[in-house]
T-cell receptor
Framework: TQLLEQSPQFLSIQEGENLTVYCNSS?????LQWYRQEPGEGPVLLVT?????EVKKLKRLTFQFGDARKDSSLHITAAQPGDTGLYLC?????????????FGAGTQVVVTP | DAGITQSPRHKVTETGTPVTLRCHQT?????MYWYRQDPGHGLRLIHY???????DKGEVSDGYSVSRSKTEDFLLTLESATSSQTSVYFC????????????FGDGTRLSIL
């Protein structure tokens, strides 16, 4: 059982549409990270959120950390084909003093022209 | 670029043979990790290291061993490969501390027939 549940597992949209990916847990996290991974490559860090209620923006991407630090969302506005990829959330549970990351299973996003 | 190189990038081998994967970093970071990535599971931690000769098990360590005799190299060994170990393996480092975001290599695709 994954500590972090991502939804949806797969998302296919047209260029210009908006999308939201969710990352949920029953555990509390000291921080949560979002990565994007393209075929044949390793995940690349997009953002880290550490404060409950925090909102961070990266161009057309908006990341939010839940008030209770148990969930997060990634919203993409006016998606472009270059946004295609596997989006992974990962977090460090507050119960882990060493700081090992727990990953969600990922959301595959496909943006077609 | 975090200067992480994984080798080999692809390998096909037979059940029962030993396999060693190498992760090399150029920046002398203390913390290094080995993950496997399988569909529907995201990334799962196999082993991690917090210094030369200091290693510990992750959540899926059975059938794997690691060694770190130099800061820059972290080796993952499958003593007797099984088909269930067919996967994509990623090495990662964290910069500045175990609870910091991680930077990943480009992975090794391992097929065990």
């Amino acid at each position: 059982t994954q500590l972090l549940e991502q939804s949806p597992q797969f998302l296919s949209i047209q260029e210009g549409e908006n999308l939201t990916v969710y990352c949920n847990s029953s555990s509390v996290f000291s921080s949560l990270q979002w990565y994007r991974q393209e075929p044949g490559e390793g995940p690349v860090l997009l953002v880290t959120v550490v404060t409950g209620g925090e909102v961070k923006k990266l161009k057309r991407l908006t990341f939010q950390f839940g008030d209770a630090r148990k969930d997060s969302s990634l919203h993409i506005t006016a998606a472009q084909p270059g946004d295609t990829g596997l989006y992974l959330c990962a977090g460090i549970p507050t119960t882990d003093s060493w700081g090992k990351l727990q990953f969600g299973a990922g959301t595959q996003v496909v943006v077609t022209p | 670029d975090a200067g992480i190189t994984q080798s080999p990038r692809h390998k096909v081998t037979e059940t029962g043979t030993p396999v060693t994967l190498r992760c090399h970093q150029t920046e002398n970071h203390r913390y290094m990790y080995w993950y496997r990535q399988d569909p529907g599971h995201g990334l799962r931690l196999i082993h991690y290291s917090y210094g030369v000769k200091d290693t510990d098990k992750g959540e899926v360590s059975d059938g794997y061993s690691v060694s770190r005799s130099k800061t820059e190299d972290f080796l993952l060994t499958l003593e007797s490969a099984t088909s269930s170990q067919t996967s994509v393996y990623f090495c990662a480092i964290s910069v500045g501390g175990s609870n910091q975001p991680q930077h990943f290599g480009d992975g090794t695709r391992l097929s065990i027939l």
